[in-house]
């Protein structure tokens, strides 16, 4: 399985990242037993997140923007990067509180890590179901997975339409045969609904489809440094 993570070079907004990968140093901020859970393999440096960047020929500080999905670990474990800078962190209130609230009471320790839900960083909580972040960049709220969970549509103008979905759909497989995660689905009604969102969003757009660990998906697309335009 893999963790993605989405750069995208604006024409006005600039450099923005969807999502941030588990973090340099996780497998001390996870601690046991998470580090046997999700063994770390076929690792290379160059799948750091910098490092990833630096392919692109930019530089992590040249990142003007963060949108997150959401906040479990694999995911926000990257925001390290950002913490006591003025890069503003794009999350669903929803979400946001949710994860909080998870650290401060420890009910979901395990998903959410106190390592990177900071008050330094520069958290830019949005409301609603549908939010145009920037021009050609749509995130939609699709509960399920947890309660404040958004995937990315990014409309493309030669490349067409791309959906990136986090956690909403682990592996294609969720996405083909509309079956959630099991437990990893949280609140199933709430997936449900968003599942049959999605697969309307996906028809109406014919967009092409990146689900939130799915190596078979992401064998099939460009990866850093090739791009879509």
């Not at 503003?88 to 949710?98: A, D, F, G, R, S």
């Not at 404040?148 to 493309?156: K, P």
């Not at 099991?182 to 049959?196: I, K």
Request: charged letters at 20%.
């Amino acid at each position: 399985m893999v963790v993605i993570s989405v750069m995208i070079e604006h024409p006005i907004e600039g450099l923005i990242l969807f999502e941030t990968g588990c973090g340099k140093d996780y497998p001390e901020a996870w601690g046991a037993p998470l580090n046997d859970i999700f063994a770390r393999v076929d690792y290379t440096e160059d799948q750091e997140l910098d490092m990833a960047i630096a392919k692109c020929g930019k530089n992590i500080k040249d990142v003007k923007m963060v949108i997150m999905g959401h906040l479990h670990l694999d995911y926000a474990g990257g925001l390290e990067n950002f913490l006591g800078t003025d890069v503003p962190i794009y999350v669903h209130e929803t979400e946001l509180k949710h994860a909080f609230y998870s650290v401060a009471t420890k009910s979901d320790l395990g998903a959410y890590l106190p390592h990177y839900m900071k008050f330094d960083l520069n958290w830019q909580a949005f409301s609603g179901d549908f939010l145009e972040i920037a021009q050609g960049i749509n995130v939609h709220l699709a509960k399920g997975h947890t309660p404040g969970l958004c995937i990315m549509q990014v409309n493309l103008q030669d490349s067409g339409t791309c959906i990136f979905t986090t956690d909403m759909y682990h592996v294609y497989e969720n996405f083909d045969s509309s079956h959630p995660q099991g437990w990893l689905a949280r609140d199933h009604d709430d997936w449900v609904r968003s599942n049959q969102m999605i697969h309307m969003l996906q028809k109406r757009t014919g967009a092409k489809m990146v689900f939130g660990h799915c190596a078979d998906t992401l064998a099939k697309y460009k990866t850093a440094p090739e791009h879509y335009t």
